[in-house]
């Protein structure tokens, strides 16, 4: 069964959305706690799996913030074979930076970082048709991130 979050673990973890680099010191003020408290709280979100991990955000090849793509992908069938051989070759591609098996009309959702129009073509010609299964895709740009 999840745990429940309660109103400081939620500030807690907008905070670290926002800021992963926050120092627990400038955490712990910013939610109300004394530094070892928030420590502990965060530890404890840590440990439940509630906080998975920390990443970097970084920029794509060749230009200052990269392009995003969002691929829809839909399979010729959903058997165990075939998931598993196409998201063990979504692992293998760096550009592919994010991977969701879906509900819905598409199996897969994917983030794409390329430097350009260009680049993306090649992703789609070089990775993208090349899955396992793969009979459809459906790619959509990115104009700015809002989050």
Do not use: W
């Given at each position: 069964?999840?745990?429940?979050?309660d109103?400081?673990?939620?500030s807690?973890?907008?905070?670290?959305?926002?800021?992963?680099?926050?120092?627990?010191?400038?955490?712990?003020?910013?939610?109300?706690?004394?530094?070892?408290?928030?420590?502990?709280?965060?530890?404890?979100?840590?440990t439940?799996?509630?906080?998975?991990?920390?990443?970097?955000?970084?920029?794509?090849?060749?230009?200052d913030?990269?392009?995003?793509?969002?691929?829809?992908?839909?399979?010729?069938?959903?058997?165990?074979e075939?998931?598993?051989?196409?998201?063990?070759?979504?692992?293998?591609?760096?550009?592919?930076?994010?991977?969701?098996?879906?509900?819905?009309?598409?199996d897969?959702?994917?983030?794409?970082?390329?430097?350009?129009?260009?680049?993306?073509?090649?992703?789609?010609?070089?990775?993208?048709?090349?899955?396992?299964?793969?009979?459809r895709?459906?790619?959509?740009?990115?104009?700015?991130?809002?989050?």
């Open positions: 069964m999840a745990e429940r979050l109103r400081i673990d939620r807690i973890l907008a905070a670290l959305r926002r800021n992963a680099r926050v120092t627990n010191v400038a955490l712990a003020a910013d939610v109300g706690l004394s530094p070892s408290a928030c420590l502990r709280r965060v530890q404890l979100l840590e439940r799996g509630t906080i998975r991990g920390y990443t970097a955000l970084t920029a794509g090849p060749g230009t913030d990269g392009h995003v793509v969002i691929v829809r992908i839909s399979l010729e069938r959903q058997t165990e075939i998931l598993n051989r196409f998201e063990a070759e979504v692992r293998r591609h760096p550009e592919i930076r994010e991977c969701y098996l879906m509900t819905g009309e598409e897969y959702l994917l983030r794409v970082e390329a430097s350009g129009a260009g680049d993306y073509e090649r992703i789609h010609k070089e990775v993208l048709s090349r899955l396992p299964g793969v009979v895709i459906n790619s959509s740009f990115a104009i700015r991130s809002v989050l």
